[in-house]
């Protein structure tokens, strides 16, 4: 995904300035200060965020990005929409005209990959923090994006679901992007990009930008 001097503004506030960036890694992840606009910049991916000036164009997508781009919440509630879980997942097949078959196929092989079939008939309301998380991510995965996004996926779980969500993402065969105050979570991705003041701070790999930026965070903590 190529993004061409990408610029957002809100009323007299910009909140992204001139982003130019290609992105080509398989694990990219995004760090910043609250505010720093990087949330902002995440949800440029799949349209949810327009640019006010710039472009966004990946190859053979055209306009549509959502349709090749999964969005997943920081909080789960905020994307799960069906009472039971089967049909939460069914939602969004729906609107592309697949058909039943296709559609009860592909829900049975994300629960299957997943390792979440025994939930298939739960209600959503009576699943915990970390089984929401999974099924979140179950109803992105199971339209077939050719990327995801993640936004701050792991603040609501506790250490076993993140070190099961860290397995199952490590698995995914499609690129991703996460923005993540987890630093240690973000060791092991391909590059990551430092938001800061609504601009591409820093660049690089982990071992290179995530100890420069924890020290300018202990620098502005002790003043």
Known sequence: MIFDRVCVT??????????????TEKRIGVIGE???GKSTFLRLFNGLQKPTSGTIRAEGWGDDL?????????????????PMVEEDLAFGLKSRKLSKAEIQTRIDEVLETLSIAHLRARLTHQLSGGEKQMVALAGVLVTRPDLI??????????LPNKLRFMDMLAALPQPAVMVSHDL????GFDRILHIEGGTVFADGTPSEV?????????????G
Request: charged letters at 25%.
């Open 66 to 82: 959502r349709r090749h781009v999964g969005f997943v919440f920081q909080n789960p509630d905020n994307q799960i929409v069906y």
């Open 34 to 36: 609250n505010g720093s």
């Open 210 to 222: 995530i100890p420069a930026y924890r020290d300018r965070c202990l620098a502005r903590a002790k």
């Open 149 to 158: 996004v993640f936004d701050e996926p792991t603040t609501l779980l506790d």
């Open 10 to 23: 809100k009323g007299s506030r910009r909140i992204l300035s001139e982003i130019s960036l290609s992105l």
């Open 184 to 187: 240690e979570l973000l060791m």
